[in-house]
C-alpha cells in the first residue's frame, strides 16, 4: 500500500508538470480509480478444480479491487489517451477435500499485482456534458511475489496451497465501456465496465494434502488463468491550467 501511494503522488505531480509542457491542444487530467473486481464466467472460468482420486482442491473467485490513478490527455476532440497505475487485489477461496475420508477444509487466498495500462479512448458527444467512450489496450503487469496458505484440518492432515508466478512481469489486453458527465469547476465523474485478459496463465498453482502420522503426501497442479471483469469509478480532477481555459474546456468539444 505504500509503494501505491508513493507511485500515486509521483503520478499527480508528474501529470501537473506535463500539463504545463503540453502544447495548448493537448490537455492532461489526473484521476483516481476504483474498480471492483467481479466473480462469474464472464470472459473466464471463475474456478479451477485439482482433483485426483483421493484429493481434491477448487479454487474460486471472489469479490476483488483495484485502486489506483489515471492520467488522460486529450490529442483530439474525441480521441484520449490512458495511462496511470493501479494496485489489483484478487482473493480466491480454497475448498480442500480428502476423498476417501470425507475430509473438507476451506482457505482465503490474496494474489497482489500493479499494472501499468495503456489504453486509446474514443468518445461519442450524447449531450452538452455526458460524453460515451470506448477503449482498447494493454496493461503492463508486475506480480511482486508468491503466495501460499496452509490449512490445518486436524493433528494427522494438513493441506498447503500455493501460488507461483510465472514471469515478474507479464502483459494483459483490457477493454471498457463507459459514460461520464463532464463539469468545468468540479471535473469529470465516470461509470463503466471493463474486461481483462491475461495473455498468460498469471500464477502456476498447486494443492498438497499430507497425512503426518505416515508422511504421505499428495501434490495437484493447474494454472490460474486471472481473467476478470469489473465496474469502473473514476474522478478527474478540473483542468486548471489557465492559459488553457481562455481557448475553452474540453467541454465544449
Same mark, same amino acid.
Do not use: W
Given at each position: 500500500? /505504500?509503494?501505491?501511494?508513493?507511485?500515486? *503522488?509521483?503520478?499527480?505531480?508528474?501529470?501537473? =508538470?506535463?500539463?504545463?509542457?503540453?502544447?495548448?491542444?493537448?490537455?492532461?487530467?489526473?484521476?483516481?480509480?476504483? /474498480?471492483?473486481?467481479?466473480?462469474?464466467?464472464?470472459?473466464?472460468?471463475?474456478?479451477?478444480?485439482?482433483?485426483?482420486? *483421493?484429493?481434491?482442491?477448487?479454487?474460486?473467485?471472489?469479490?476483488?479491487?483495484? $485502486?489506483?490513478?489515471?492520467?488522460?490527455?486529450?490529442?483530439?476532440?474525441?480521441?484520449?489517451?490512458? *495511462?496511470?497505475?493501479?494496485?489489483?487485489?484478487? &482473493?480466491?477461496?480454497?475448498?480442500?477435500?480428502? $476423498?476417501?475420508?470425507? +475430509?473438507?477444509?476451506?482457505?482465503?487466498?490474496?494474489?497482489? =499485482?500493479?499494472?501499468?495500462?495503456?489504453?486509446?479512448? @474514443?468518445? +461519442? %458527444?450524447?449531450?452538452?456534458?455526458?460524453?460515451?467512450?470506448?477503449?482498447?489496450?494493454?496493461?503492463?503487469?508486475?506480480?511482486?511475489?508468491?503466495?501460499?496458505?496452509?490449512? $490445518?484440518?486436524? !493433528?494427522?492432515?494438513?493441506?498447503?496451497?500455493?501460488?507461483?508466478?510465472?514471469?515478474?512481469?507479464?502483459?494483459?489486453?483490457?477493454?471498457?465501456?463507459?459514460?461520464?458527465?463532464?463539469?468545468?469547476?468540479?471535473?469529470?465523474?465516470?461509470?463503466?465496465?471493463?474486461?481483462?485478459?491475461?495473455?498468460?496463465? +498469471? @500464477?502456476?498453482? =498447486?494443492?498438497? &494434502?499430507?497425512? *503426518?502420522?505416515?508422511?504421505? !503426501?499428495t501434490v495437484l497442479f493447474g494454472s490460474m488463468t486471472g481473467t476478470y471483469v469489473s465496474f469502473d469509478f473514476?474522478?478527474?480532477?478540473?483542468?486548471?491550467?489557465?492559459?488553457?481555459? %481562455?481557448?475553452?474546456?474540453? $467541454?465544449?468539444?
Amino acid at each position: 500500500m /505504500k509503494l501505491l501511494l508513493y507511485c500515486l *503522488t509521483l503520478i499527480f505531480f508528474s501529470s501537473f =508538470a506535463l500539463t504545463q509542457s503540453l502544447p495548448p491542444s493537448v490537455k492532461a487530467y489526473f484521476g483516481l480509480q476504483y /474498480k471492483p473486481l467481479i466473480a462469474g464466467d464472464f470472459i473466464g472460468s471463475s474456478r479451477l478444480l485439482l482433483k485426483n482420486d *483421493t484429493t481434491q482442491g477448487e479454487y474460486t473467485q471472489q469479490l476483488g479491487s483495484s $485502486i489506483g490513478g489515471v492520467v488522460r490527455m486529450h490529442f483530439k476532440k474525441n480521441i484520449a489517451l490512458e *495511462t496511470g497505475i493501479n494496485q489489483v487485489i484478487r &482473493h480466491y477461496n480454497i475448498q480442500f477435500s480428502q $476423498i476417501d475420508s470425507a +475430509i473438507t477444509t476451506s482457505k482465503s487466498l490474496k494474489i497482489v =499485482a500493479f499494472d501499468v495500462p495503456l489504453n486509446v479512448l @474514443f468518445f +461519442i %458527444k450524447l449531450s452538452q456534458k455526458i460524453f460515451m467512450n470506448t477503449s482498447l489496450g494493454t496493461a503492463f503487469v508486475f506480480n511482486p511475489s508468491n503466495v501460499a496458505v496452509t490449512a $490445518i484440518y486436524n !493433528k494427522y492432515n494438513l493441506f498447503r496451497a500455493e501460488g507461483r508466478m510465472n514471469n515478474v512481469f507479464a502483459v494483459d489486453l483490457n477493454a471498457n465501456l463507459g459514460f461520464e458527465y463532464r463539469t468545468e469547476s468540479k471535473g469529470f465523474f465516470y461509470i463503466g465496465a471493463s474486461g481483462r485478459v491475461p495473455l498468460k496463465p +498469471i @500464477f502456476n498453482v =498447486a494443492v498438497s &494434502h499430507e497425512n *503426518t502420522v505416515n508422511h504421505h !503426501k499428495t501434490v495437484l497442479f493447474g494454472s490460474m488463468t486471472g481473467t476478470y471483469v469489473s465496474f469502473d469509478f473514476r474522478y478527474f480532477f478540473p483542468y486548471n491550467n489557465k492559459t488553457s481555459m %481562455k481557448s475553452g474546456m474540453p $467541454i465544449e468539444q
